[in-house]
């Protein structure tokens, strides 16, 4: 069983940065793709950026330039640097790990971007 905790979330204005993170309860980036995902009210869940187990990272089109995933090994921990952030990026962001047949999710921290 994984457990991921986020924390970071919070109030900013559109313009500002915020970082999320994301705490994995063991060492599973080796076989895991750690993924950050959103959800606005009314809207489904959606991919933000992944990173793969062999450090590949993809973004969605909207948060390409803006946004940065990144992994620390050592503290099993993924990143979420989102920068230049919009109003339309306010939603619960949910960090996800992939492993093989498995998927496991945080319980989402807020993020919500004032204009």
């Known amino acids: 069983q994984v457990q991921l905790v986020e924390s970071g979330g919070g109030l900013v204005q559109s313009g500002g940065s915020l970082r999320l993170s994301c705490a994995a309860s063991?060492?599973?980036?080796?076989?895991?793709?750690m993924g950050w995902y959103r959800q606005a009210p009314g809207k489904q869940r959606e991919l933000v950026a992944v990173i793969t187990s062999g450090g590949v990272r993809n973004y969605a089109d909207s948060v390409k330039g803006r946004f940065t995933i990144s992994r620390d090994i050592a503290k099993n921990q993924v990143n979420l640097q989102m920068s230049s952030l919009k109003t339309e990026d306010t939603a619960v962001y949910y960090c996800?790990?992939?492993?093989?047949?498995?998927?496991?999710w945080g319980q989402g921290t807020q993020v919500t971007v004032s204009s």
């Open positions: 996800n790990a992939a492993c093989r047949q498995y998927n496991y």
């Open positions: 063991g060492s599973i980036f080796s076989v895991c793709a």
